[in-house]
Each structure stands twice: as structure tokens, then as C-alpha cells.
């Protein structure tokens, strides 16, 4: 199986200020159809997860250009331009080039 | 507006049985991949199965042999038969269209 390394676990942001969130494959998750299937969803407290970016840079529906995703290969990472209130909880990165589709362990955004 | 909704959770004993349904709506699920991931209490996500368009079935090693994931065309459901449950089945389970589209979940708690 693939494992999903996320970093940091943690993170405690100023709102405003940007943050990032990096992702490490254990392998390549070029598909041999050529696509790099990486995924960010963030999930709220008692809320489901929903996508943020897909194939490592694509921006899913409504979602703001704050949030921003590249990476290549077998390191990914996941910025927000500025910080606002509502983008506190839980982000994970999702492999599905390869089955079983895995998470990463998911990284904890709160306000400082 | 695409949407799927679950329904079927619920409190079993350790080795029950348990049918979840996902219902789809504006999106066929026969062209679409439909996922299923779960995440136990205060834990991360788990990918466990999906079935595709032309109705392969591929599992997670922690339910393979006890879970089957089935299409019905004419309501436009997937549902997951799952059998042999234990305590460590406990969780909310999501059904996702490509996993990019999330419902809100079903609760299954396994328990005496």
C-alpha cells in the first residue's frame, strides 16, 4: 500500500498570514494513464470531508483561489494564501493512482 | 445539484449484519465510481471499497471477505452489504461519487 506522510500534524496560523501543508507518497502516484491522482479535502468539526484541490493543482467547485496545490512525483503540498476563520480543522492529502486509495493522517489547522 | 445521501447505520452486535445504501442524485452512480471511506471516532479516514462503472469491485484488506459493495440501476444506489462485524467497524461511513462529491455519513456502531 501506499503510505501518505503528511507535515506538520499541527499547525497554529495568525488569520491573514499563509500556511502551507506538505504530503509525501511512498511511491510515485503517477498513474499509468499519465495523471498524478492527489487529492486535499478538509473536514470541520462534525462536518463531512469535502474536496479542496484535485489532480495535485485543480481547484474542486466553489472553493476559493486562496487555496492553491502543487507538488509532483511523490511530494505534494497544499497552500492557503491567507488564513481566515473558517478554514480551521482537519486537512488531508488522498492518493488514488494506486488501490487501496490512502490518507494522509491528517494536519490540524487551528487560529493562534 | 449532485448529492448522495446515506442511510442505514446503525447499533449492532459483534457479528451482525448491516446493509448501508447510498442514494444518488443528478449523476448516474453507473457511470460514476462510487466510494465508500469510513472514520472511526476521532480518527482519520480509511478508503474501504468502491465499485465502477462497469461494476468492478475492489475492497480494503481490513473488509475484504465481509463486505460487498453492489449497484442497483434502477434506484440509482450503490449499497454495502457488510457482514461479521466487529467493535473496530465502528464508524461514520461516507459514500463518495469519485471521491470528489462526500454525503454526510452514516453512523454504525458495533457493540454487546
Known amino acids: 500500500d501506499i503510505v501518505m506522510t503528511q507535515t506538520p500534524l499541527s499547525s497554529p496560523v495568525t488569520l491573514g498570514q499563509p500556511a502551507s501543508i506538505s504530503c509525501r507518497s511512498s511511491?510515485?502516484?503517477?498513474?499509468?494513464?499519465?495523471?498524478?491522482?492527489l487529492s486535499w479535502l478538509h473536514q470541520r468539526p462534525g462536518q463531512p470531508p469535502r474536496v479542496l484541490i484535485y489532480?495535485?493543482?485543480n481547484r474542486f467547485s466553489g472553493v476559493p483561489d486562496r487555496f492553491s496545490g502543487s507538488g509532483a512525483g511523490t511530494d505534494f503540498t497544499l497552500r492557503i494564501s491567507r488564513v481566515e476563520a473558517e478554514d480551521v480543522g482537519v486537512y488531508y492529502c488522498?492518493?488514488?493512482?494506486?488501490?487501496?486509495?490512502?490518507f494522509g493522517q491528517g494536519t490540524k489547522l487551528e487560529i493562534k | 445539484e449532485v448529492q448522495v445521501v446515506e442511510s442505514g447505520g446503525d447499533l449492532v452486535q459483534p457479528g451482525g449484519s448491516l446493509r448501508l445504501s447510498c442514494a444518488a442524485s443528478?449523476?448516474?452512480?453507473?457511470?460514476?465510481?462510487m466510494n465508500w471511506v469510513r472514520q472511526a471516532p476521532g480518527k482519520g479516514l480509511e478508503w474501504i471499497s468502491v465499485?465502477?462503472?462497469?461494476?468492478?469491485?475492489y475492497y480494503a484488506d481490513s473488509v475484504k471477505g465481509r463486505f460487498t459493495l453492489s449497484r442497483d440501476n434502477s434506484k440509482n444506489t450503490v449499497n454495502l452489504q457488510m457482514n461479521s462485524l466487529r467493535p473496530d467497524d465502528t464508524a461514520v461511513y461516507y459514500c463518495?461519487?469519485?471521491?470528489?462529491?462526500w454525503g454526510r455519513g452514516t453512523l454504525v456502531t458495533v457493540s454487546s
Open positions: 463518495s461519487r469519485s471521491l470528489y462529491d
Open positions: 443528478e449523476f448516474t452512480v453507473s457511470t460514476n465510481y
Open positions: 465499485i465502477y462503472g462497469g461494476g468492478d469491485t
Open positions: 511511491q510515485s502516484l503517477e498513474h499509468s494513464d499519465g495523471t498524478t491522482y
Open positions: 489532480k495535485i493543482s
Open positions: 488522498l492518493q488514488a493512482a494506486q488501490f487501496p486509495c490512502t
